[in-house]
């Protein structure tokens, strides 16, 4: 079912007794939890009409009672199921066992004054249980998986120019590259961006970089090109940005081994006639990730990349058997690392 269709039939009160929202857009998700409160049930009765139930640590039963119990002084219960992993192919690590038996009568014969919700945030449901299988039957299932990249990008794009901003293409390919192209990250960090550009409507690129945090993976992305470009006093620096964070050292330079393991790969697949669509699909990696690795190693040696990677796997050899400080470790690998590079 298209989201944005059933959206708009909820807004006009055109309710169903039982949804499942199926995917893991947090997102849509928490939009259209939102939407349901608001309608579904007036503001002084939420208290007595809506129930919301997580079934990672609680019994379906409860959920069940309340779905069937009528309403207090109001027309209508709202009766939201989280994290329903009796849905799927995964065991419970909770030990619960959910009576699905009543779910089953309950589908057959829904509460005419109850609106049942069911989130699931899943790729897909085990249509092997009879459970799913009816569920698909019996209740509007709601899509709400996250959009692919060019759907995010027009979906944040429109909705800067609907709010009635400006921002060039610079910044906005910046903004994109900081949330990696996630529609949930973005819509978070659009607020800030928007009361900074208040004042005449323009988002500029100096405020993503002031205002849109990079992520742990791509402050060692920058790390990367800095050492690369053998700018130690910036690498180190973004190093000691990160320790202010509180990021474990063996934890950056696991992620940086991980890094340059993929700028090997990708300098010996290149070397042997392998294009970036056929290295995506070896690595099975993010494309965007393979175009940014095809563009560091270009004019680096399979040597220089080998040396970086065995002198971080023996960095972490240090940090882990506690030879030394760890930060110092650290360092002095991009020190010796540094140095040793030929000029590009």
């Not at 698909?136 to 800067?160: H, N, Q």
């Amino acid at each position: 079912m298209n989201y944005t269709t059933e959206m708009s039939k909820i807004k006009k009160g055109q309710l169903q007794p039982v949804y499942l929202f199926l995917g893991k857009e947090d997102f849509f998700i928490e939009e259209a939890k939102q939407l349901l409160l608001r309608t579904v049930v007036d503001e002084a009765d939420k208290d007595l009409n809506v129930g919301i139930f997580n079934m990672d640590g609680t019994l379906l039963d409860r959920a069940l009672e309340d779905a069937e119990s009528l309403p207090f002084f109001g027309e209508r219960r709202l009766v939201i199921i989280e994290n329903p992993l009796f849905l799927t192919a995964e065991k419970p690590k909770n030990g619960l066992e959910h009576d699905l038996g009543w779910l089953e009568g309950y589908l057959e014969n829904p509460s005419p004054s109850t609106i049942l919700a069911i989130f699931a945030p899943y790729e897909k449901l085990d249509s092997r249980k009879k459970i799913s299988k009816l569920l698909a039957k019996k209740a509007v299932t709601v899509d709400v998986s996250p959009l692919a990249e060019k759907e995010a990008r027009k979906f944040l794009g429109d909705m800067i120019k609907n709010e009635g901003y400006q921002m060039d293409r610079d910044a906005l390919e910046l903004f994109y590259e900081r949330i990696e192209n996630q529609l949930s990250r973005g819509m978070r960090e659009l607020p800030k961006l928007f009361l900074a550009g208040s004042e005449d409507k323009k988002l500029t690129k100096q405020m993503v970089i002031d205002l849109i945090p990079r992520n742990l993976e791509q402050n060692i992305f920058e790390l990367v090109t800095q050492v690369l470009n053998k700018n130690t006093y910036l690498a180190i620096q973004i190093y000691r940005d990160l320790l202010l964070q509180k990021e474990e050292p063996i934890k950056i330079n696991a992620i940086l081994l991980g890094q340059f393991r993929l700028l090997l790969q990708v300098k010996l697949l290149s070397k042997n006639g392998y294009q970036q669509t056929d290295i995506t699909k070896v690595l099975k990696i993010h494309p965007y990730r393979v175009k940014l690795a095809f563009q560091q190693v270009r004019n680096l040696s399979e040597k220089v990349l080998a040396d970086a990677f065995q002198g971080l796997v023996e960095t972490e050899y240090n940090m882990k058997t506690g030879q030394g400080l760890k930060e110092i470790q650290f360092e002095l690998f991009l020190i010796r690392y540094a140095n040793a590079m030929p000029n590009q």
